[in-house]
């Protein structure tokens, strides 16, 4: 069975093009004996399991013709959706996983994440990711009604965009020696989080590969593609 690898499609209501290219990227590959793993930042942002807009009805339609053919669904969590639980995945047959996840595959230890915990060097980002993760804190906004975490999302996600917006902002890379450390004991590493797609030849043979995000301007989308331990490649999604 082949696999497919994305990550950053930061789907929202706000982006129908980027909706309709996922649905479009299903429905191609739902003929076909696919593995489908999508390593966080699936959302701009997830409030809860319990959403009840209807912009994900499509969504989860499409899902369940997918894996009614036999695919499978994998979702590994983002900085954006972290709170995205097996509740929302169980409405299709996903199946979430745990952060790093490692698997054998054709003679291959492969090891998953999103990212953001190899960029080391975002010292502010990684501070808040230990607040804003802390259980305690986590359990207590779950108390919240959906329309107050909503106002909460989105002023993060104003935050976030000011922050990037701003001239000198350039998005951190992961930091070499903590990939180097992570990889120690596989032969594969594969990402997201930096919009930096790319296949790095380590040393002893090891491969880090960077997942792309998905452009709303350009309607496409780098999707990695592995069908075999000898054929790992990128190709473009292009989508309307």
């Not at 489908?36 to 499509?58: E, H, K, V």
Request: charged share 25%; net charge neutral.
């Amino acid at each position: 069975m082949q696999q497919l690898f994305i990550a950053d499609l930061h789907l929202s209501d706000d982006h129908p093009r980027l909706i309709r290219g996922f649905l479009s990227l299903l429905a191609h590959y739902q003929s076909e004996p696919t593995e489908l793993y999508i390593l966080g930042d699936w959302f701009n942002a997830w409030l809860s399991d319990r959403d009840p807009s209807d912009w994900l009805l499509p969504m989860v339609k499409q899902l369940r013709e997918f894996t009614a053919t036999g695919n499978q669904v994998y979702f590994l969590c983002g900085n954006r959706d972290f709170v995205l639980g097996q509740r929302f995945l169980d409405r299709f047959g996903g199946k979430l996983l745990q952060e790093p996840y490692v698997y054998d595959w054709q003679g291959l230890t492969i090891r998953l994440e999103h990212g953001d915990a190899l960029c080391t060097d975002d010292v502010e980002y990684q501070r808040f990711k230990r607040i804003i993760r802390n259980p305690a804190l986590l359990g207590f906004l779950k108390l919240f009604p959906f329309y107050l975490k909503r106002r909460l999302a989105d002023y993060a996600r104003r935050k976030s965009q000011s922050r990037q917006q701003n001239a000198h902002y350039q998005p951190v890379d992961v930091n070499q020696s903590e990939v180097v450390k992570q990889i120690q004991n596989v032969d594969v590493l594969i990402h997201g989080h930096t919009h930096r797609p790319a296949i790095h030849h380590l040393e002893n043979g090891k491969q880090r590969i960077v997942l792309g995000d998905w452009r709303e301007d350009t309607g496409t989308a780098k999707i990695l593609l592995l069908k075999s331990a000898q054929d790992i490649s990128f190709f473009d999604w292009q989508f309307d």
